[in-house]
C-alpha cells in the first residue's frame, strides 16, 4: 500500500528531481497513513533519500537497462506496484517519466494526471491541481480508478526534510523480450554543462543582443552563476543559437528558480514555456515590453552596459558569501 | 506506408483563457481554433513520406462538429482523407481508446501524435495508445526516417538526443524537428480546393470511459507589478535576488 516513486538517477546518482519526488510523496503517505518506497534503476548510493521520507528502496540492477527504455522502465516500475500494492504512484516531469507515465497508467490501468503542482486537495475522491494552457491556468482533475499516477512539476513542491530509517532490497522485475523491441543505437550528449531542465538559473537570450557574436557576455553571466544558457525561438530560427538552446511553447519547457531574459520582447509562447520559473527578471531597453507585465524584477536600460556589470557584481556577491 | 496523424483542434495561443459555467468549462467565445502546433510538425513530416516515399496520409481527431474546419485544413496541407470520431474528447484516456480503434481498423504502418497538446497539456495520448496496442513507440521524437520496415528516430533527451531504431508499426510523439519551423506546409489555394472533394469519415465512438475528469478550472493568481531597478542600483537587484527572492 505504499506510495511508489521513481527515482531516477544519472550515472549510478540519485537527480535531485528525485528529492522534491520523495517530499512530496512522503505528505502523500503521512495523509493516507502508510510510507514511501523508491524504485531505483542501476543506481549507486541512493540512501539519501531516506532523508527526505522514503522508507524503502527497491533496487534494479540490470545490465539490459543501461541505456533508458521507457516500456521495460514501465514494466518494472508496474511490477514493483503490483509487490507493494501500491494505489499512488508518484513520478516527475522529466523527459523520461513523461515517456514512461502513459505506459505505466495503462500497465496499471491507472488514471493519470500530469503537470500536477500541489498535494492532493482531498484523497476522497483523489483531487489534484494541475496546470492547463500552457500555464495560463489550472485544473482540478479528479482521478476514478483505483490506482492513480501523478507526475509532478519540477519546482512545484520544493523539498521537505523528513529523515526516516530506511531498508533496501534488490529487485528483479521480469522483463522479456518484447520490453526491448526499441533500441538505443546511441547516444549525443553534450557533457559537463548543466542543462536547461536541471539548472536552478537559467540565462536567456534574445534578438536585442542583435548578433551571435555578443552572446560571450551572457556565457559568461551564466558561468558565475552556474546556469544554462538559452533563447527565444527567433534567435534559434535565424542560427544564432543552437535549436537545443531553444525555450518555449514548441521549444523546451522552463522550471527554474531564476529565469534571466535579455534582450527578449516576451511574446506568449515564449512566456507560455517559461512561466513555470519561480522569479523572471527581465533586462530589455524598451519599457513597453510585455515581458516587464509577467517579470517579477526588471532592468529597463541597455544589455550591454548591464550585463557584464550584473555579472561583475554578482562575481563580487559569490566570493563575499561562500 | 499507411500513415495516421493525430491532430488536435487546440486554441490558438494568443487567445485569453476565460471559464463558465462555475468555471467548469472553456469559455469558447470569440476564441480561434487551430492544429495543435507539435501536431502540425508531424503532418508535414507526413506529407514528405507521402511526396518521397508514395505513403497515404489519414488524419484524424476525436471531437465535435466544430472541429471539422481543421481537419479540412490539414486535408488542405496535403492529408489523403480525414476521420473524425463524434465525441467529446473528455479525458487522454477516453481519447486513446477511440483512436486507438481507429488504428487497429486502419492498420496504419505508422502513427504520428504530437507529444503534447497546448491546452490540456496531459501528454499522455501518444504513450497510452502505445499501451493499449503494444505497439513500438518513440516520445519527443524529433527526427524520423522509414526504410522498408525499419524506423530510425530521434528522440530529445536533457542535453543531446538519442538514435533509436524501431520497427514498424510505430507510434510516436512529435513535436519541433521533424520539420522546421520554416518548413511547415500551409494550405495553397489548390490545397484548399480539393479539400473540399476529399473524404472526411464521420465514425460514432466506442464504448469508453473516462479515467478521470475535470472538477473545475482557476485562473492563476493575480501578479504583482514587476519591481524595477535603475541601471545604476544593480546592487539593490542583487540584494533583492538573494535577501528577497532566495534565488542566489
Known sequence: MSILIYAESSEGKIKKVAFELASY???????????????????????????????????????????????????????????????????????????????????LEAGLASNVVGLPISTSPFQVKRTAFSNKAFNITEIATDIKVLAISKNSFGLLESATSFSEEDFAPSLN?????????????????????????????????????????????????????????????IGWRPHSEHVGQTGKPVATNLYIAIGISGAIQHIAGINSSKVKLVINTDPEAPFFKVADYGIVGDAFDIVPRLTQKLKEFKAQNS | MKILVCI????????????????????????????????????????????????????????????????????????????????????????????????????????????????YNGGMVPGMLAGLLNFNFVNSCTEITIDGNSAKTAREIDGGKEIISASLPLIIGGQKGLVEEKDLRIPNMRGIMTARTKV?????????????????FEKPAAKSAVKLFSADDIDGLVNALHNEAKVI
Open chain 2, 8 to 119: 488536435s483542434h487546440v486554441p490558438d495561443t494568443t487567445s485569453k483563457i476565460n471559464f463558465v459555467n462555475g468555471d467548469s468549462e472553456f469559455d469558447t467565445n470569440g476564441v480561434q481554433y487551430v492544429i495543435n502546433p507539435n501536431d502540425e510538425f508531424g503532418l508535414t513530416r507526413a506529407i514528405w513520406f507521402q511526396e518521397q516515399q508514395g505513403a497515404t496520409v489519414t488524419v484524424v481527431n476525436v471531437g465535435g462538429a466544430d472541429t471539422e474546419p481543421t481537419l479540412r485544413k490539414a486535408l488542405a496541407i496535403g492529408a489523403n482523407e480525414a476521420i473524425r470520431v463524434n465525441a467529446n474528447p473528455t479525458d487522454g484516456f477516453f481519447v486513446a481508446k477511440q483512436l486507438a480503434e481507429v488504428i487497429k481498423t486502419g492498420g496504419y504502418d505508422l502513427v504520428i501524435c504530437g507529444k503534447e497538446s497546448l491546452d
Open chain 1, 177 to 237: 523480450d518484447a520490453d526491448f523491441s526499441v533500441k538505443v543505437e546511441s547516444v549525443e550528449k553534450s557533457s559537463g554543462k548543466v542543462t536547461i531542465a536541471d539548472a536552478d538559473v537559467v540565462v536567456s537570450g534574445g534578438r536585442g543582443m542583435k548578433g551571435p557574436e555578443n552572446w560571450g557576455m551572457l556565457e559568461e553571466l551564466a558561468s558565475v552563476l552556474g546556469a544554462a544558457t538559452a533563447c527565444s525561438k527567433p534567435v534559434s530560427d
Open chain 2, 200 to 216: 472526411l469519415t464521420i465514425l460514432e465512438p466506442v464504448g469508453a470511459g473516462n479515467q478521470t475528469k475535470i472538477v473545475k
Open chain 1, 25 to 107: 510523496a512522503k505528505k502523500v503517505a503521512d495523509s493516507l497513513g502508510t510510507s514511501v518506497t523508491a524504485v531505483t534503476i542501476n543506481c549507486g548510493d541512493a540512501s539519501e533519500l531516506s532523508k527526505y521520507g522514503v522508507a524503502k528502496i527497491l533496487k534494479v540492477n540490470n545490465d539490459k537497462l543501461a541505456n533508458f527504455n521507457a516500456k521495460a522502465y514501465a514494466d518494472a516500475l508496474k511490477q514493483a506496484a503490483q509487490k507493494e500494492g501500491s494505489k499512488v504512484v508518484v513520478l516527475s516531469s522529466t523527459t523520461d517519466s513523461l515517456y514512461l507515465a502513459p505506459l505505466v497508467s495503462i500497465g
